[in-house]
């Protein structure tokens, strides 16, 4: 099986900073994807940012310039480095994994962690 632990959620005020991060445990080989959505109440998950295994990035257009995505792949870990943040980045921030091939090869995801920005 796969675990995906996310840390670093909490409340901040509106121009402050968060890091979040991501482990992923469990028998893998190899990650492509990995990337971080979030839901707000009442929306839908939307993705928020997303990393290659070759280091290339995505980035919603809400979130670009402020946010930043990395990965390290020998740690299995990914962390979204979160800055200026705005009252509408409130949400529950979700770790999202594909394995691409093996017993545990398609998506995974973690259980959210909340970030709420104070305005």
């Known amino acids: 099986q796969v675990q995906l632990v996310e840390s670093g959620g909490g409340l901040v005020q509106a121009g402050g900073s968060l890091r979040l991060s991501c482990a992923a445990s469990g028998t893998i080989f190899s990650i492509n994807l990995m990337g971080w959505y979030r839901q707000a109440p009442g929306k839908q998950r939307e993705l928020v940012a997303a990393?290659?295994?070759?280091?290339?990035?995505n980035y919603a257009d809400s979130v670009k310039g402020r946010f930043t995505i990395s990965r390290d792949n020998a740690k299995n870990t990914v962390h979204l480095q979160m800055n200026s943040l705005k009252p509408e980045d409130t949400a529950v921030y979700y770790c999202?994994?594909?394995?691409?091939?093996?017993?545990?090869?398609?998506?995974?995801w973690g259980r959210g962690t909340q970030v709420t920005v104070s305005s």
């Open positions: 990393i290659t295994s070759g280091g290339s990035t």
């Open positions: 999202n994994i594909n394995i691409p091939f093996g017993n545990l090869k398609g998506e995974h």
